[in-house]
């Protein structure tokens, strides 16, 4: 029997249409093996998609409301154990982010949803302005207006049919919830490919959402980025809903293109923390480490560059650096452990050419942690028939480091603590804030409220959080 063996893009080994996925700590392989949605199989899926559909989008927008509550309710709650478990097998987090991960989409239920529906409810628009009335010319004109002042125009929203959604592995359960719930209240028919590295945690979280839907109203298919081609491509799926990398954004919003496909996209960071000498320095090298070192690094808003005003450096670098001795990298599953491994063996080889080049280019190592000894992360060959160990990177923060490095330009998603430096005023530090091709958050420290709204303004992101960081601190209705 012959034996088909490949390799996804993102590095995950496919064996006889299997995804053979690895335990990030372990090395081990993950059990079972998830099969890989073939052709045939996605095309009955989306044609059972389209019949749900047609029942769905019949239902009220409050019962539909109503059910996707019971979902989460009856669905979610309990298994939220296991489905924390699974994530932190198959992507890696500690264990304790991962139950907040599940906490978070177990909270939507609540002022989320309610939020989610009101955007999909009619909207009634009356007009009243008798003046115009009194201001016509003639009584046919009297006549049209007054007609007008009566009526009313209602604002309906319908849903477009089939949504795919892709999701990311770094939020496996919370990412498709983003994704997936607000198309589900809108009426639509919903199909989930999880990210290749997190099949098991997609499946498991959107079996649970869909407990107390009509059946195929929200399904899933499987495998690597090709799946995901072949659904985007479908004639009959009229809205694809992806987060994820840039690069692949790109290759999705071209593909859209071709059939005018309705399209959102969430892609990547590098966002910018900027320290002014008048900060509070042990609030903002709190938030720095926290942000740097959440899901090892791998959050799509991480703090990623710290611009820090030369006159306080030395003092800001010592308590980035006493902070973050406080982590530690280990087994995710572990107690204590605050970073877990990164999520496959090409992430970490990014990461640490990263770091490499850095250090090769005059940045200055300020502290590097211990990762677990009894793991060998030596290997740099990737095509190796098994990865053996885990794919640690110690936390790191880096100090001198200068714009042009590629550390400070291309998303890091590792536990890296990036410093630099700028002259103190205002404008160095919006130009290097917005030296960027990414853009979705920034945040700015110190003690002049007028000045960090200043330059809150002129830094180019969707949320700029001032004296905070703004993905933990922003009102729910905040645009993201
Ligand atoms: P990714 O590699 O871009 O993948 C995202 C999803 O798209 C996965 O399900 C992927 O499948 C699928 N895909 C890949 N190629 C495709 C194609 N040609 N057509 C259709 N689908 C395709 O991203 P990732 O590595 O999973 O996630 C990390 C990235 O997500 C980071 O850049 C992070 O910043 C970003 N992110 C952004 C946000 C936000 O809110 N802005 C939130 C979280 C993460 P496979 O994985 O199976 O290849």
């Not at 009220?60 to 019971?70: D, H």
């Not at 983003?178 to 999880?194: E, H, Q, R, S, T």
Request: with cysteine; net charge negative.
């Amino acid at each position: 029997m012959s034996r088909m063996v490949h390799r996804s893009n993102c590095g995950v080994k496919i064996i006889h249409g299997l995804l053979q996925n690895i335990n990030p700590a372990t090395g081990d392989l993950i059990l079972p093996s998830i099969a890989i949605t073939t052709p045939s199989e996605l095309s009955t899926i989306i044609s059972k998609a389209k019949i749900a559909q047609c029942v769905w989008g019949n239902l009220s927008l409050s019962k539909r409301v109503e059910l996707l509550r019971q979902s989460i309710t009856t669905g979610i709650i309990p298994m939220a154990s296991q489905l924390s478990t699974t994530i932190t097998n198959e992507m890696g987090k500690v264990l304790s982010e991962s139950q907040l991960e599940v906490q978070a989409a177990i909270d939507m239920r609540g002022k989320w949803l309610d939020m989610v529906r009101e955007a999909n409810e009619d909207v009634v628009l009356v007009e009243h302005d008798n003046n115009k009335k009194a201001d016509a010319e003639d009584e046919d004109d009297a006549r049209v207006l007054e007609a007008a002042a009566a009526a009313e125009s209602v604002v309906v929203r319908d849903p477009l049919g089939v949504v795919a959604v892709l999701s990311p592995w770094n939020f496996p359960a919370s990412e498709i919830s983003y994704l997936a719930i607000p198309a589900l209240v809108a009426g639509n028919a919903v199909i989930v490919k999880p990210s290749e590295h997190t099949p098991l945690s997609g499946a498991m979280y959107c079996a649970a959402l869909a407990s107390a839907l009509p059946e195929g109203v929200l399904q899933v298919v499987q495998g690597d980025g090709t799946v995901g081609e072949q659904l985007v491509s479908s004639d009959d799926v009229h809205m694809v809903a992806m987060t994820g990398s840039t690069a692949t954004g790109k290759r999705i919003m071209k593909n859209c293109a071709t059939s005018l496909k309705r399209l959102v996209l969430e892609l990547g960071g590098k966002d910018p923390m900027i320290v002014f000498a008048d900060a509070d320095l042990d609030v903002a090298a709190r938030d720095a480490v926290t942000n740097s070192l959440a899901n090892a690094g791998q959050v799509c808003c991480s703090i990623e560059r710290l611009y820090v005003e030369k006159s306080v450096q030395v003092e800001f670098e010592q308590k980035v650096v006493e902070i973050a001795r406080i982590h530690k990298v280990g087994m995710p599953m572990e107690e204590g452990v605050t970073v877990g491994p990164l999520v496959s063996r090409m992430q970490l080889e990014h990461v640490k050419r990263q770091v490499k080049e850095s250090m090769e280019d005059g940045a200055t190592m300020l502290y590097e942690s211990a990762i677990p000894t009894a793991i060998d992360t030596t290997t740099t060959n990737m095509d190796c028939e098994i990865q053996h160990g885990g794919n640690f990177h110690p936390i790191t923060v880096l100090g001198n480091l200068q714009q042009s490095m590629s550390i400070q330009k291309v998303e890091t998603f590792g536990p890296i603590i990036a410093i630099s430096t700028f002259d103190g005023s205002e404008e160095n530090a919006i130009t290097l804030a917005n030296d960027t091709e990414y853009g979705l958050t920034a945040c700015v420290y110190t003690a002049d409220l007028e000045k960090a709204s200043r330059v809150a303004r002129r830094i180019r992101a969707g949320q700029v959080g001032i004296n905070c960081y703004s993905a933990d601190e922003a009102h729910l209705k905040c645009p993201w």
